[in-house]
Structures are given as C-alpha cells and as structure tokens.
C-alpha cells in the first residue's frame, strides 16, 4: 500500500504545471533526485566498464589485422628481394652463356644447387640435374666466375658436385686439374693436385719452368687431363716458388670462383667427339 501511495506522490510531482511546490514537496524531489544521483552513478560506472571492455575488444581485433598485414608485408618484401637478386643472377648468367657460346662449343645446363653437405671435411653440394637430363660423371662444373668443381655422383633427378676445395692429391677419387696460363695457353703448364685450406688457395704441382708466368696471371684449364675442357677459368697466381726437392716449381693459385653460398651452377657438357 505504501508503495502505491509513493508512486501517486511521484506522478504528481512529474506531471502538469503547478504553481510553487510546498517544502514538503521540495524535500520530496530532493531525496528524490539524491536518490536517482545515487543510482547513476554506479549504474555509469558499469556502463562505462563494460564499454571499456568493448573498445579493448575493438582495440585487440584491429592490432591483430596489423600484425597479420606487417607479417604478410614482410613475406613480401622478403620474397621481392630474393626474386630481385635471382633476377640479377640470371641475367648475368644469361650473358655468361652467350660469351662463352661464342669462345667454344660447349653446351652449358644450368642448374640450381639444392643442399649443402654440412660437414666441413666434405665440400660436395647437390645440384637440381641428374641422369635425367643428361647429366654424366666427371662433367665440370663452374659458375659465372670460374670452375668450382667437378659431377662426382649422378643420380635420377640430381647430382653431386664434388668441389675444387676437395681437391686432396692423396685421395684417389679426387681428380687433378691439367691448367696452363691464359693467353699462352699452348704450352702446357703443370697441375692442380691439392687446395690449401690455411690460406683458400689451390696448389699447382710440376711446374717445370716459371718464366713464362708472373704473379696476377689468370690460370686456365688446359683440357689435356681428360676430365676439365679447355678454356675455363680457374684462378689467379698469388706466388711462385721453389717446389719439392728444388726440381720443379709451386704455384698457388687463388681460385676466381668462390666456393661458399653458391646458388646456381653451369654443367659444361662437351660434344662427343665421333
């Protein structure tokens, strides 16, 4: 009942123009309007947090979509630089193959290295052709700057690539380079039997006269091994001195091509002769 009498009292006091309130309706509003004060508040408060919650929701959603588009970005970027820096590769790759297409007849395949040995006693690397594509042992094998090897294995869809820091005289499955020097290439010179490891330089052994060469000079293979054609570039020479029991000279060579990160490769396949 008392309730019902407090909500009469309270439509009077909200409805209809009225002349001036009564204290007691004046005290009436004013615990009234307290009251509501109260009430609001907490009840703003909460409204408030809970729109705060929201907006971290908000918040939350939108740096989760950046982070993605920043990820996503980087890929990109990333896969635009290796694609910039094969592009550049291949193009001068491109004009290595038309260089030496008009210095000899060899056909180069060219072919992308896939692995890596990781042991350091064993400098092999695998390369993307194999028996396939005609791809045979003993091919040499070289990038843009000079020879880095020889086809030591030949498998179905990939090779292995024996490298010329692997070159060891005292192991028979490694194979000696016949080199001459570039530019007088027609009198043979001596051979690349082993490679330094101290100093990265290849050693060339049975040099029987060394005043046709001078340091700076570009080594090439002379192709009288059987195994390396004519014509590729090896290294530079570094020094010239005496060679074992004073007979003979040794020459380090320090090699032009170099044998770390290598990417793409040429397999020099030489016509067979018939």
Not at 17 to 37: H, L
Not at 99 to 113: D, K, L
Request: proline share 4%; hydrophobic share 35%.
């Amino acid at each position: 009942m008392s309730g019902l009498v407090c909500f009469f009292i309270l439509m009077g006091l909200t409805l209809g123009n009225r002349g001036p309130m009564t204290w007691p309706e004046k005290f009436v509003k004013d615990s009234i309007s307290w009251t509501q004060g109260l009430l609001y508040k907490p009840a703003a408060q909460v409204a408030g947090f809970f729109e705060d919650i929201r907006q971290l929701r908000v918040i939350y959603e939108e740096n989760k979509t950046l982070k993605l588009t920043l990820t996503q970005y980087a890929r990109d970027t990333q896969r635009l630089n290796e694609l910039e820096s094969q592009n550049k590769r291949l193009m001068e790759s491109l004009g290595f193959t038309e260089r030496q297409r008009q210095a000899n007849n060899y056909t180069y395949r060219i072919a992308e290295v896939v692995t890596i040995d990781p042991d350091p006693y064993n400098s092999t690397v695998t390369i993307n052709l194999g028996d396939k594509d005609g791809i045979k042992e003993n091919m040499a094998v070289m990038t843009v700057d000079g020879l880095v090897g020889r086809v030591s294995k030949v498998f179905g869809f990939h090779s292995n690539v024996q490298l010329l820091s692997e070159t060891n005289d005292t192991d028979n499955n490694s194979k000696a380079i016949a080199v001459t020097v570039k530019g007088n290439d027609s009198q043979p010179f001596g051979m690349i039997e082993s490679y330094d490891p101290k100093v990265g330089e290849l050693v060339m052994n049975k040099v029987e006269h060394a005043d046709d060469m001078k340091v700076g000079d570009t080594i090439i293979t002379s192709g009288l091994g059987q195994v390396f054609p004519k014509g590729i570039e090896v290294g530079t020479i570094s020094s010239i001195g005496p060679g074992e029991f004073g007979i003979t000279y040794k020459v380090m060579v320090k090699p032009k091509a170099s044998f770390n990160r290598i990417r793409e490769v040429f397999v020099v396949e030489v016509p067979e002769v018939k």
